[in-house]
């Protein structure tokens, strides 16, 4: 399995991006997926989880209402919307996949990272 991730770049405070994560090779319906960001100097945090079957998203309370997690089936692609975004979003965002159709929040769980997108939002 490889995830593709792009889309990220600098944007001013206030501000909207939309990362992209592209998944390829030996994938399956029992999978789930999720974004993570890390900032310099701080551990890899749980942005965003989706279920590809059924489509049930999952986030921390500190990103409800900000980010939107989806997908499109068709093109194995999960999304990142993000809107209203600010300086402490900075971080480089990562997709991640693990089999089994579980959301988790920790990032060992995940058996495939992409590369990362560097998200720079400036003041």
């Known amino acids: 399995v490889q995830l593709q991730a792009s889309g990220g770049g600098l944007v001013q405070a206030g501000g909207s991006l939309r990362l992209s994560c592209v998944a390829s090779?030996?994938?399956?319906?029992?999978?789930?997926l999720a974004w993570f960001r890390q900032a310099p100097g701080k551990e890899r945090e749980f942005v965003a989880g989706i279920r590809w079957s059924g489509g049930n998203t999952y986030y921390p309370d500190s990103m409800k209402g900000r980010f939107t997690i989806s997908k499109l089936s068709a093109k194995n692609t999960v999304y990142l919307q993000m809107n209203s975004l600010k300086p402490e979003d900075t971080a480089v965002y990562y997709c991640?996949?693990?089999?089994?159709?579980?959301?988790?929040?920790?990032?060992?769980?995940?058996?495939?990272w992409g590369q990362g997108t560097l998200v720079t939002v400036s003041s």
């Open positions: 991640a996949l693990r089999w089994g159709s579980t959301v988790h929040r920790n990032a060992q769980s995940y058996n495939y």
């Open positions: 090779g030996r994938t399956s319906n029992d999978v789930a």
